[in-house]
């Protein structure tokens, strides 16, 4: 089964991914007098009278103000938007996605339940890509009982999510003053809820999935200076009326704790958001089991200044018209492992063209090119394989991460075979080159 993804607009290029800055980015910043949009008056009103805002409030403010955050009330994915994401691209990315997950459910033991949770869904893509291949595999998931939920801030997305995810003749059901938001059946009957935070989210076994949503979180930015780490700050040019500029403050701020006393970089961004999701994730796994998998752009503790914005396909500066562009940071996955604070394991980062790779992207490409008859649509399906995995696109520039318990990696989980003195693990699909020979 093929579903048609345009992933090409024919004479504007190659739409841009965040995260790869292809040939198509060119980092264009408007000219002439700042344009002031709403979240800029509000802004200037904030600094204006409680003084200059960390990068981290300024993020979290642009993207997620429940009146005028850019998350809040648009569908910003795809041509039309501003970025496009793996899923929007190929539906082999999501399907190679769920077939990770029912390896993990039989390496672990079958277990007669499991929530998949996706934080951040976006239109709802990728989870519906999923939920495909577990119908596929019907058979081997038949007496399981599944649920989704999602985490998910955007009023818009969740609509678009629900379209996209669930069956259109059973009404949802929604609650705004609940924390399970909104409510609905899949079209496979797998229920389905909303949730605005992962602590919302009923404990117990459960598969997670971030894709693109570590590094929409707010980063807290730091310079070393001769007099040591100062934060640097948001505060309005005192020069130009209605814009901004960064500046640093003039002494230590309680942020600075974030840093690593052996720290070699002079600037560093640091998510502590992130540190408490992967917390909290690390001791749901740990308690429940299951596995987190991780997918995004980012690092390993190496780079220094990588916040940035993304307007129609463009690099946008991220301090002009906020809220009109989507604003992001490189996740630093030295980071979260190390939140992770040794009570699940951690596998990667790995870039994705490995992942997939390992995964079996290239035999599953061939079955799809095979069967469809469309030249039309083997061509979106080759030109998307060469987005996700054409290194100077999205091949090296995106990373999988996956938080595991540590009984899975010693083989706790698996029965023994006759003979066997030690338990020994399965592979962990994607992680490991054998898993699929
Ligand atoms: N995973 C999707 C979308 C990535 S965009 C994809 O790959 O296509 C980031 C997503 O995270 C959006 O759905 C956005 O609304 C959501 N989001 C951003 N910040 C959030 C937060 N703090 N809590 C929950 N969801 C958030």
């Not at 894709?211 to 020069?239: N, S």
């Not at 492992?337 to 992942?355: D, E, H, W, Y």
Request: glycine share 8%; hydrophobic share 35%.
């Amino acid at each position: 089964e093929t579903s048609s993804r345009c992933t090409r607009t024919p004479d504007a290029g190659v739409p841009c991914a965040r995260g790869f800055r292809g040939p198509f980015c060119s980092g264009h910043e408007p000219a002439g007098r700042p344009r002031v949009t709403p979240m800029l008056r509000h802004l200037t009103y904030k600094i204006k009278s409680t003084g200059p805002i960390t990068v981290a409030e300024y993020m979290k403010e642009v993207l997620t103000n429940p009146a005028k955050g850019y998350y809040m009330h648009r569908d910003m994915l795809g041509e039309k938007g501003d970025f496009i994401t793996s899923p929007e691209i190929s539906q082999i990315f999501g399907e190679l996605l769920g077939i990770w997950f029912v390896s993990e459910w039989i390496a672990s033991g079958k277990k007669a339940a499991f929530q998949l949770v996706e934080l951040g869904p976006g239109r709802g893509t990728l989870t519906g890509d999923i939920l495909r291949v577990f119908s596929q595999l019907g058979s081997v998931l038949k007496n399981c009982d599944i649920s989704v939920r999602l985490v998910e801030v955007s009023q818009k997305l969740s609509e678009i999510q629900a379209l996209t995810l669930t069956k259109e003749k059973i009404p949802l059901e929604k609650d705004a003053e609940s924390l399970e938001y909104m409510k609905g059946v899949s079209k496979s009957g797998i229920p389905v809820s909303w949730y605005r935070d992962l602590k919302d989210v009923p404990e117990g076994y459960s598969f997670y999935l971030a894709h693109e949503f570590f590094d929409a979180l707010p980063v807290h930015k730091f310079q070393k200076t001769p007099q040591g780490w100062r934060e640097v700050f948001v505060d309005i040019d005192p020069q130009v009326s209605d814009k901004l500029r960064f500046v640093l403050a003039p002494c230590a701020t309680p942020a600075e704790a974030f840093i690593q006393r052996d720290e070699t970089r002079d600037h560093v961004e640091v998510c502590p958001d992130a540190g408490v999701l992967i917390q909290e994730l690390s001791q749901r796994i740990a308690l429940t089991g299951g596995a987190a998998l991780i997918a995004d752009y980012g690092h390993d503790g190496t780079k220094t200044d990588t916040f940035r914005g993304f307007c129609g396909h463009k690099l946008h500066d991220v301090l002009i018209a906020p809220g009109t562009a989507d604003l992001t940071a490189d996740v630093d996955f030295s980071y979260l492992r190390r939140m992770a604070q040794g009570k699940v394991a951690s596998l990667g980062p790995i870039k994705q063209k490995t992942f997939l790779k390992n995964m079996g992207i290239d035999v599953r490409l061939k079955v799809l090119v095979e069967k469809s008859e469309e030249p039309s649509v083997r061509q979106q399906l080759l030109e998307g394989y060469d987005m996700l995995m054409n290194p100077v696109k999205m091949g090296d520039r995106f990373n999988f991460f996956a938080l595991l318990p540590h009984q899975r990696l010693q083989g706790g989980s698996r029965e023994m075979s006759a003979g066997q003195s030690k338990p020994s693990a399965a592979p962990v699909a994607g992680f490991d080159e054998l898993a699929w020979e």
